[in-house]
């Protein structure tokens, strides 16, 4: 069982960057089983996913986000970031930290509660 | 990318009734296919993975199948608890992507 829990500011400005955190409880970091991924749903909009990271360092990206975001993990402090440059009212957002199951079909087991991240101009 | 055509946009249900959500997707993605369930407020919930495996703890009132690239996703003796947005998903290529989902209401 994984727990997570989605971190930092709720609003940000437009041009600036946005950065979150998603702690990690109840199963280790550095296990090979999951990749760690985000995914955020917009206003009216479906579920996009952001990008992911592995327990090797190894990241996949969305390419329509690609040249704007980087997925990193911090094993030490058990956590995974997310960092979006350059955001724009269209970045706003729910935003959830999900694990992606490498086997099973890659189900997304476990979800955060999401955090709402609203840029402003 | 491989789009997921999801229908209907809504629905809305009475206790008791059967609905079905329904996804096309635009190319095979085998089993590589979950469905979810998301309430306001809360963790997005996984409720079918594999096409059609009930995810552990989700009642058996949800059920899911394939056909070739067809997915469904069926709710029997619906509940009020079971007012939500349903998403399809596909994990076989990069970049994942979803349905457009389906808001369940009960009257």
């Given at each position: 069982q994984v727990h997570l829990q989605e971190s930092g500011p709720g609003l940000v400005k437009s041009s600036q960057t946005l950065s979150l955190n998603c702690a990690v409880s109840g199963d280790s970091i550095n296990t090979g089983a999951y990749y760690w991924s985000w995914v955020r749903q917009t206003a009216g909009q479906g579920l996009e996913w952001i990008g992911r990271v592995y327990s090797t360092g190894r990241t996949a990206y969305n390419p329509s986000l690609q040249s704007r975001v980087t997925v990193s993990m911090d094993t030490s402090k058990r956590h995974f970031s997310l960092r979006l440059t350059?955001?724009?009212?269209?970045?706003?957002a729910m935003y959830y930290c999900a694990t992606q199951d490498r086997?099973?079909?890659?189900?997304?087991?476990f979800w955060g509660q999401g955090i709402l991240v609203t840029v402003s101009s | 990318d491989i789009q997921l055509t999801q229908s209907p946009p809504s629905l809305s249900a009475s206790v008791g009734d059967r609905v079905t959500i329904t996804c096309q997707a635009s190319e095979n993605i085998g089993n590589y296919f979950s469905w979810y369930q998301l309430k306001v407020g809360e963790a997005p919930k996984p409720l079918i993975y594999g096409a059609s495996s009930l995810q552990s703890?989700?009642?058996?009132?949800f059920s899911a199948y394939r056909l070739g690239t067809q997915y469904s996703l069926s709710i029997n003796n619906v509940q009020p608890e079971d007012s939500a947005i349903y998403f399809c998903q596909q994990t076989?290529?990069?970049?994942i992507t979803f349905g457009q989902g389906t808001r369940l209401d009960i009257k």
């Open positions: 350059s955001v724009t009212a269209a970045d706003t086997a099973n079909s890659g189900r997304f087991d | 703890g989700v009642p058996l009132r076989l290529n990069i970049p």
